[in-house]
Nanobody
Framework: QVQLVESGGGLVQAGDSLKLSCTAS????????VAWFRQAPGKEREFVGL????????FYSASVKTRYTVSRDNARNTVFLQMNNLKPEDTAVYYC??????????????????????WGQGTQVTVSS
């Protein structure tokens, strides 16, 4: 098992940048694929980005692909989400999720929150216009 804790959220203005962290404890972190999801009020939780176990592959949703970057430091048991040029529509609670067995090359799998076994508690990101 792995426990996940997100940090780095806050209130920023449109056009600003923010970097979120997801720090893991427990099992060997490098054996887990890690994804970021977000959930805005009244909306479904949606996929944002994913990074493979080694960090060699990343995938993003179309809405953030040119603005967000996922990276990881397995020595520090941490995954990062760098968010640039933030927009008011990026306002949401951001969650990191991990799974040891997900077949992440499948788009359907990546986007499916039920495919991830472990979740953090979330961190709020609010972007003002």
């Amino acid at each position: 098992q792995v426990q996940l804790v997100e940090s780095g959220g806050g209130l920023v203005q449109a056009g600003d940048s923010l970097k979120l962290s997801c720090t893991a404890s427990g099992d060997t972190f490098s054996t887990y694929v890690v994804a970021w999801f977000r959930q805005a009020p009244g909306k479904e939780r949606e996929f944002v980005g994913l990074i493979s176990r080694s960090g060699g592959s990343t995938f993003y949703s179309a809405s953030v692909k040119t603005r967000y970057t996922v990276s990881r430091d397995n020595a520090r048991n941490t995954v990062f989400l760098q968010m640039n040029n933030l927009k008011p529509e990026d306002t949401a609670v951001y969650y990191c999720a991990a799974d040891a067995d997900i077949q992440y090359l499948s788009l359907r799998n990546r986007n499916n929150k039920d495919k991830y076994e472990f979740w953090g508690q979330g961190t709020q990101v609010t972007v003002s216009s």
